[in-house]
Nanobody
């Protein structure tokens, strides 16, 4: 099971760090991803990281501002979000892919999802 945390209210230009912990199944040998869903919009890819952290992938909209990382000893994946913008407001979800080593960028690539954490960026 995956559980995301760390969301909250922040002013534009500020930072937040999200965490996604795993319980039961550790997903340590799985790639991991972050998605987000804003009100009235479809869920969109944010970032993904390979299980050894050797490869990362980012959506163009967050590249240079967000950083994904992981600590396999803690079965936890992080999303450091800097220079936040109001358009980053969304519920953020962590996920693990259907096929462990696939570094996917679509929701269909992922079979395991956390419950989401709300990030609100005020202008």
């Amino acid at each position: 099971q995956l559980q995301a945390s760390g969301g909250g209210l922040v002013q534009a230009g500020g930072s937040l760090k999200l965490s996604c912990s795993a319980s039961g199944r550790t997903f340590s040998n799985y790639a991991r991803g972050w998605f987000r869903q804003a009100p009235g919009k479809e869920r969109e890819f944010v970032a993904a990281i390979s299980y050894r952290s050797s490869d990362t992938r980012y959506a163009e909209s967050v590249k240079g501002r967000f950083t994904i990382s992981r600590d396999n000893d803690k079965s936890t994946v992080y999303l450091q979000m800097d220079r936040l913008k109001p358009e980053d407001t969304a519920v953020y979800y962590c996920a693990a892919p259907t096929r462990a080593f696939v570094l996917g960028s679509t929701a269909e690539d992922y079979a395991f999802w956390g419950q989401g954490t709300l990030v609100t960026v005020s202008s």
